[in-house]
């Protein structure tokens, strides 16, 4: 339970849906998105949850404090953040507010009032996504931080508990190259789908974009003009089912690599330039996997990324600005709305659903880890909502990649997707160096691995065109799923676990509803929900283990 005279801090950002964090002491404690606060809500309407649309005063205060309209504050994402921590409104010391109004990109925007005795600070979109480092970094070492925020980057610089605006970075050039490239072959626009499309990297083959993608004066430059000529000679791909020229494929890849050669190298730049250990990347224009495995096999233990994008970002940064103290690191993003299995079981009873309630953890993952074996798919729903998007250790769905039709019963009849699209693999994070080489491993976002010889055939299913697989761990924090994992592992040999988003198209499964919907319209054989098994095929469900 919080200390109710610990130092706490609310931090809002009133865009993009709406979201709320909670930081006492400098950590983090507490986010939740408004859609996942409302969605929780459906749970049940127990008397001691302090719902914000059931108590007027939070959203009317806040309104009045901020002088914003009914609807413009995330009212029950705040609720939800004040039970997850425990407190009440009148506890909190300082508020800070994401300023979405703008503001120069050499002049952050940075302004303090007072409403009684709540501090409140609104800050840019970018300087508080920036502070999200807080969490994750050591405040003594120093830590270069590249934030992007659509087609704007800027850089910020990160020591004891200090966060200094340095200014505006000129790369978008680049990342314009790189959609132009993407679309041109038929992609999305993303780095990623690109990357899937290239052979093998080779290096030499750079040379034909050496002067094409420079930089100049601390300035990332592309000939977009020539690059759109090349572009024309190339025959858009449609389908990577009907395969794709070598000579183009050549090309791809030469264009890959001399993308993250110059990402590198600029990284190399500033951090000579300004004397810095680490170098930390935030935003969507640095979550292709691609551009992060280019990042971290060049600059090695010196390469970070944050945990969360330009949507999330700013939120979870908004609680730290300006926060001191002792910081244990964040473990998990699993820090929204938490549920009881009373709230699970009055969603299963209103739904009319047939269901088995096993009280013995070990059973029920036995239970589980035998379906996955039969090459079933499963839903996994467990512990509090996750502050960002699925695959989440709480919420998943799980499929054994030893099964030969492991790849077509995710991609074709889960997600209704192309064959060859990438696949992601949970692996206990205990162990998992033993499994699989990379440059990096994280708890947080997905990397690129080469599996071990002795571990190919087991995770035959997850791996791409190159050999390779998208890993990421699962440690102790998350117990129930590294539970699971673990005793997977022991009792077949196979060391992770395919895991694709539980949620429909508005977002991850936040309530146990989001999560029987996800599960009955789509291709999932099961439901395994807090210590509850739901189950399509009713003879199986009650079938003895």
């Known amino acids: 339970m919080t200390e109710p005279g610990s130092p706490i801090t609310l931090g809002l950002d009133c865009s993009n849906g709406g979201a709320a964090t909670l930081a006492v002491d400098g950590m983090l404690v507490a986010a939740a998105t408004e859609r996942c606060a409302v969605h929780c809500d459906e749970r049940g ?24 309209q009914a609807g413009q504050i995330p009212e029950h994402a705040v609720a939800a953040c004040l039970q997850r921590g425990q407190v009440t409104m009148s506890a909190v010391k300082r508020l800070v507010l994401v300023d979405d109004l703008g503001a120069p990109l050499n002049g952050h925007r940075r302004a303090a009032e007072s409403s009684g005795a709540l501090d409140i600070v609104r800050v840019d979109r970018r300087q508080a996504a920036a502070w999200q480092m807080a969490a994750v970094s050591d405040a003594r070492v120093p830590t270069l931080i590249v934030c992007s925020d659509g087609d704007h980057f800027s850089l910020f610089r990160w020591c004891d508990d200090t966060m200094t605006p340095l200014g505006a970075l000129d790369i978008g050039e680049l990342f314009t190259a790189i959609e132009m490239m993407s679309r ?14 290239a052979a093998r990297p080779d290096a030499s083959g750079q040379a034909v974009f050496a002067d094409m993608l ?28 009907f395969g794709i020229r070598p000579a183009q494929q050549l090309l791809i890849a030469a264009f890959c690599e001399r993308s993250t050669a110059v990402l590198t190298e600029f990284a190399r730049n500033l951090l000579d330039r300004f004397d810095a250990a680490r170098i930390a990347f935030i935003g969507d224009a640095f979550s292709s996997e691609g551009i992060r495995t280019g990042l971290t096999e060049q600059l090695g ?9 330009d949507r999330l970002g700013p939120a979870a940064g908004a609680a730290l600005v300006d926060t001191h103290g002792a910081r244990t690191p964040l473990r998990s993003v699993s820090l929204g709305p938490a549920l009881t299995e009373s709230d699970v079981k009055a969603a299963l ?16 993952l036995i239970r589980t880890s035998q379906m996955l074996s039969r090459g079933n798919v499963v839903s996994w729903f467990n512990g509090s909502a996750p502050f960002g998007a699925s695959p989440d250790p709480a919420r998943a769905i799980l499929c054994d990649p030893s099964k030969p039709y492991a790849r077509d019963n995710v991609n074709r009849f889960l997600r209704l997707g192309n064959l060859h699209d990438p696949l992601t693999v949970f692996l206990p994070a205990d162990g998992a160096d033993a499994v699989v080489t990379a440059p990096m491993l994280s708890a947080f976002l997905p990397h690129r691995a080469t ?25 102790k924090h998350s117990p129930a799923l590294h539970r699971l994992l673990t005793l997977h592992r022991d009792q077949t040999g196979v060391p992770g676990l395919i895991a694709s988003a539980l949620g429909g198209e508005d977002g991850v499964a936040c309530s146990p509803r989001d999560a029987i919907r996800a599960t009955f319209s789509s291709a999932v054989d099961a439901l395994v929900i807090e210590r509850f098994l739901i189950m399509k095929d009713w003879w199986l469900l009650r079938s003895a283990l």
């Not at 038929?186 to 990623?192: E, L, S, V």
């Not at 000679?233 to 990577?240: I, K, Y």
């Not at 233990?301 to 994008?309: D, T």
């Open 451 to 475: 599996p071990r010889n002795e571990y190919r055939d087991r995770l035959r299913a997850a791996l791409d065109q190159r050999g390779q697989l998208s890993v990421q761990t699962v440690t």
């Open 301 to 309: 233990a010196a390469a970070a990324f944050a945990p969360f994008g």
């Open 184 to 197: 041109g072959c038929g992609g999305d626009g993303r780095f990623d789908s690109l990357d899937q499309l």
């Open 349 to 364: 009873d209103n739904c009319r659903l047939d269901y088995v309630y096993e009280p013995d953890w070990q059973r029920l």
């Open 214 to 241: 420079t930089i100049e004066a601390q300035k990332v430059r592309a000939d977009h003009h020539r690059l759109s000529t090349l572009l024309d000679g190339f025959e858009p791909v449609a389908s990577r089912a």
């Open 45 to 68: 309407t127990r008397d001691d949850r302090p719902a914000a649309r059931n108590d007027g005063s939070i959203g009317a205060w806040l309104r009045s404090s901020l002088h914003l």
